[in-house]
């Protein structure tokens, strides 16, 4: 499934594109000898080999707004949601933004430092403890009432899914963020 009208800045520009742009469905997705993502689509006679995937906005939707794109980074399709796509593709789609898009759910704040302005935060994840700043109110996307993503000073994320899932200790380190 592609979306070839949606408004979508260009890579290359930032720039919103004024016309559709071509784009084909995604027939399948696997994995290569060298492990690298192929993705056929029904327009092109040869796969997009070494594919790269990355979720777009609204962040609010997870399985709604995946780019592809080919290794230099140009967008080749847009998947408006991944319940369109057949069961071994879309785990295939799945799996890559699991293991090449870092974004660790959030379970528990240990600790919470605010110094010279910059907030350092020790957070147990579904990946393991991790120990990241965040500069300014700007790096905290709210997705909701009770769920919000955090940007690093290296830009990656980190999402907390849900504040009324957390221990009190870790609520009250948080809530000035809600």
Known sequence: MSVTDAAQPTQETGQYRTQPQPAGTVKKAIRNRAGQLEVYLDDKDAPVIDARVARCFPWSLPDSYVSIRDKDGKEVTLLKSLDDLEPPTRTIIE????????????????????????????????????????????????????????????????????????????????????
């Open 95 to 178: 799996q890559e933004l699991r293991d090449k898009v870092f974004n660790p759910k959030i379970r528990r704040i240990r600790s919470y430092k605010n110094e010279f302005e910059v907030i350092s935060i020790t957070a147990e994840t579904d990946r393991g403890e991790a120990t990241f700043q965040i500069r300014s109110r700007d790096d905290v996307r709210m997705l909701s009432d009770t769920r919000a993503l955090f940007r690093d000073a290296d830009g990656n994320t980190y999402e907390l899914s849900d504040i009324e899932q957390l221990d009190p200790a870790s609520r009250r380190r948080i809530r000035e963020y809600f």
